[in-house]
């Protein structure tokens, strides 16, 4: 059955009032303004956009979860399909590779101590 104009509205309301506490740096409070009380929101567009939310935060399993749904409601949903591929990819990273990023910047500051002492000589 099509949503009415009213849930259409609502839906729509719901998600701009979402991407402002989203922008201001308030992503709990967005989640839950789209989380129904038991979890998920029936709508396809505000489950989109709590999967979105809740990937961007970093709660990796719980956004996976959420994509899930979306592709079980809508099985032809290219979008999460493609976020269900990229997390599982993520999550089967060794786990040594989280270190790397913290090497490259130690490797870069120590790199730069030895250069300015180097200038300062």
Known sequence: MPASPTDSIGTTLNLAKALALARSGQMKAAQALLAA????????????????LVTSSGDFPRA???????LQREPSH?????????????????????????????????????VLLYALS
């Open 37 to 52: 009380p038991g979890g998920a929101p029936e709508d396809p567009i505000e489950l989109h956009a709590l999967a979105a």
């Open 64 to 70: 996976l979860a959420l994509w899930r749904q979306l």
């Open 78 to 114: 290219a979008e999460a399909r493609r976020m269900i591929a990229a997390i599982e990819q993520w999550q089967m990273r060794p786990p040594w590779f989280q270190f790397i990023p913290i090497g490259a910047v130690t490797l870069g500051v120590v790199l730069l101590i030895v």
